[in-house]
């Protein structure tokens, strides 16, 4: 079946740290994968767009990564800061539906302590 | 200001009483969606349009009517809502369908009793 997993476990991490988080998916061959951020009780705020033929994107403390090969992909935030709490949402865009469909993890929850 | 508008932010309704969640953008966005969000879940993907008077259905669409009449606007129509409806729900529209990010609306939480 086809899936999109992110760690449903909270990540706590310590100000000035990076944050590692991480999406898998499973009989899926996407064209894209975004990255938003969600604050609670707001819509998702996108971050990031990466295309499968790219391997690495940035934009400033953020980094996201994606590896066609092991189905991952995995986003960065380095000198991680207390307003960086939040919970991730990673999402893929299946290929076919011209592009209509695009699915979402479950996100995970990131806190960020001083 | 760029944003998708929906409303109203809150609705707590009876079973089987029809209702209408709208969702406006003013972007000039081809592409609009609409999502639920629940506990454990996360979003599903209910209906999506790539463009005026064309729309597909997503993951969850049972249950869920659309209709997009004209561009900026792409209302959720719930013809006889039931309590597993209950959800927190969200627009979104792009430029270019899911090679753009996604703006969301500020999500309509409701509740079916």
């Known amino acids: 079946s086809q899936k999109i997993e992110q760690n449903s476990e909270a990540l706590n991490i310590q100000e000035g740290k990076t944050a590692t988080l991480t999406c898998n998916y499973t009989n899926y061959s996407p064209a894209y994968l975004q990255w938003y951020r969600q604050d609670p009780g707001r819509g998702p705020v996108f971050l990031l767009l990466?295309?499968?033929?790219?391997k690495e994107k940035r934009k400033e403390r953020l980094k996201v990564t994606f590896d066609t090969t092991l189905k991952q992909s995995l986003f960065h935030i380095t000198a991680s800061q207390p307003a960086d709490s939040a919970t991730y949402l990673c999402?893929?865009?299946?290929?076919?539906?011209?592009?209509?469909?695009?699915?979402f993890g479950q996100g995970t929850e990131l806190s960020v302590k001083p | 200001e760029a944003q998708v508008t929906q409303n109203p932010r809150y609705l707590i309704t009876v079973t089987g009483k029809k209702l209408t969640v709208t969702c406006s953008q003013n972007m000039n966005h081809e592409y609009m969606s609409w999502y639920r969000q629940d506990p454990g879940l996360g979003l599903r993907q209910i209906y999506y349009?790539?463009?005026?008077?064309?729309?597909d259905k997503g993951d969850v669409p049972e249950g869920y009517k659309v209709s997009r009449k004209e561009k900026r606007n792409f209302p959720l129509i719930l013809e006889s809502p039931s309590p597993n409806q209950t959800s927190l729900y969200f627009c979104?529209?792009?430029?270019?369908?899911?090679?753009?990010?996604?703006?969301f609306g500020n999500g309509t939480r409701l509740t079916v009793t």
């Open positions: 979104a529209s792009s430029s270019g369908a899911s090679r753009s990010p996604l703006h």
């Open positions: 349009s790539m463009n005026v008077e064309v729309t």
């Open positions: 990466i295309r499968e033929n790219e």
């Open positions: 999402a893929l865009a299946p290929r076919g539906n011209q592009g209509g469909k695009l699915i």
